[in-house]
């Protein structure tokens, strides 16, 4: 790393590790993924998807960017949460730089509020990122910019849309100009830090959550069980198993006559070979727990470790 670090710095190469903050359900890991250039992070139209850090890697000629997709800074009410929120606010003590991003449709809340509040306590530069501008009139954008411009000293403002990618490589070269010479972190063909086993495991998660909408709420882990090749064929065979809290949400996924475990497996498959460049067989069971939100011993072996935050 030492020899790289040189190599580096005398190109000038620039690197560091970006937050971003915001929020639920501010488009936060629609970005990371327009950005990164594949799906690293799950999406759905839910708040609080995301429970870990998730780290997007985007390695350019002259920099190397290191986003931190974190959950949404939101009132906990369980144990995850309480995890959730002491991962999205630890991220800000850790980074280059920060990206507080905002949906412009739903202006300013009270979360809102309570973020800039904790941003006052960093010497972290600071950018506004205001998304979703794609879904709002261009005379209602200025008077919502100067309301957080008067909250708060951000050292950038910049409107983007995440999902039509509009402004978004104005964005990634305005983060190049504020972070520091540095090293690469990572090798230059990879994309995140998190194994393919969370990743897969989230891939799931995605498609029980937009499968079952509001029949199931965030009581849903995932549990990889397995992943090895079929024997004489390159074949990935797949085993995972969704956790929930309640009998009654154990019959909503599995579905009548398991069809809605059939659609959440063929709908990760597809997800899961683009990831894996290679076909998979999925096999899905379903388990309850009751209450695991709330035990830290199951936190824990769903891949909630708070000793790592």
Do not use: C
């Amino acid at each position: 790393m030492d020899k790289l670090f040189e190599d580096t710095q005398e190109k000038g190469y620039k690197s560091g590790f970006i937050s971003i903050i915001g929020r639920p359900n501010v488009g936060k890991s629609t970005f990371l993924n327009r950005v990164i250039g594949q799906k690293i992070a799950i999406m759905s139209d839910k708040p609080q998807t995301t429970r870990n850090k998730v780290q997007g890697v985007l390695t350019q000629n002259d920099s190397q960017m290191i986003f931190i997709d974190t959950p949404g800074i939101h009132k906990p009410k369980h144990k995850l949460g309480d995890f959730m929120m002491k991962v999205a606010t630890n991220t800000l003590k850790e980074v280059d730089l920060i990206l507080f991003m905002i949906n412009a449709v739903e202006g300013y809340g009270r979360g809102d509020e309570f973020i800039i509040e904790k941003l006052k306590n960093v010497k972290t530069p600071v950018f506004l990122v205001v998304n979703k501008i794609d879904q709002l009139h261009p005379d209602e954008l200025f008077p919502l910019l100067e309301k957080y411009q008067a909250l708060y000293p951000f050292t950038a403002v910049v409107p983007i849309s995440a999902l039509e990618g509009n402004n978004v490589e104005t964005l990634v070269g305005q983060i190049k100009k504020h972070l520091p010479e540095g090293p690469q972190f990572y090798p230059a063909d990879q994309v995140t830090d998190h194994p393919e086993r969370f990743i897969i495991s989230e891939l799931i998660r995605e498609k029980v959550l937009h499968l079952t909408r509001e029949e199931i709420p965030h009581s849903v882990a995932v549990v990889i069980d397995s992943i090895k090749k079929m024997d004489n064929s390159e074949t990935i065979n797949v085993m995972a198993t969704i956790v929930v809290e309640r009998d009654s949400q154990k019959g909503i996924v599995i579905g009548k006559q398991g069809k809605m475990l059939k659609e959440v497996g063929s709908r990760a498959r597809v997800d899961i070979e683009n990831l894996l460049g290679s076909k998979v067989f999925l096999e899905l069971w379903v388990k309850v727990q009751k209450d695991w939100r709330n035990k830290m011993s199951q936190l824990r072996d769903y891949g909630f470790n708070e000793d790592e935050y």
